[in-house]
């Protein structure tokens, strides 16, 4: 929680487009910064005080890409709480993506798909090679039974995503959050993406 103060704080709200769409309490980033010190130390004392909770996600229906008859929900998290959700990605950044093996490139920063596939394109280059195999994805999962905080690690030494224990009570706090659907004025209990943690928010939910 130290992590999170003023400056840290100020840092991400400078960071963050302002150009986004507004969330569900209609409150954009030029109105945020009208009062910006207040808005930060309030919000600082909300956390401290285990008091911060993250407002609901305005829930948008947006094209496919490459299929126009075709939808997917959006969620458009609150201004103050984007804030948050960027300090919360720089500090669990800063545990694990030093863990990660250098051949990983989903979800890092400066890292991509493009740069995934240069990589492959090299190693097919140099090396002689039979098979190439797509491994599926593996999903996080916090286990909310556990006491402490550590990472489990597979066969390959690399950071296994499928066990992660966390005691957390305010990252928990922070990652909870309803959807707000637009049509019908109703909120529920959902996962949307959306956000810089939602992989977090995924987890927390499971």
Do not use: W
Not at 22 to 32: P, Q
Not at 36 to 53: G, H, P, T
Not at 160 to 189: A, L, N
Request: proline letters at 4%; glycine letters at 6%; charged letters at 35%.
């Amino acid at each position: 929680m130290h992590f999170f103060n003023e400056d840290s704080l100020r840092e991400c709200f400078n960071e963050l487009d302002g150009k986004k769409a507004c969330g569900a309490d209609g409150i954009d980033k030029e109105k945020y910064r009208e009062d910006l010190d207040e808005n930060l130390r309030d919000l600082i004392a909300r956390m401290k005080r285990m008091a911060y909770r993250p407002g609901p996600i305005r829930q948008v229906q947006i094209p496919k890409p490459g299929k126009p008859t075709e939808k997917r929900p959006l969620g458009i998290n609150n201004f103050e709480d984007k804030i948050v959700q960027k300090m919360m990605q720089k500090v669990l950044e800063s545990i694990y993506d030093p863990q990660f093996l250098n051949c990983s490139y989903g979800f890092r920063r400066g890292r991509g798909c493009h740069d995934a596939i240069q990589d492959l394109h090299q190693h097919l280059r140099r090396h002689e090679v039979q098979t190439v195999i797509d491994r599926p994805c593996q999903f996080l999962r916090i286990h909310r039974s556990q006491r402490t905080c550590r990472d489990i690690k597979n066969k390959d030494q690399g950071l296994h995503p499928d066990k992660i224990h966390c005691k957390d009570v305010q990252v928990r706090s922070v990652s909870r959050r309803r959807t707000y659907h637009e049509r019908s004025g109703r909120s529920s209990r959902v996962t949307l993406q959306s956000g810089n943690c939602e992989c977090l928010c995924a987890l927390c939910d499971r």
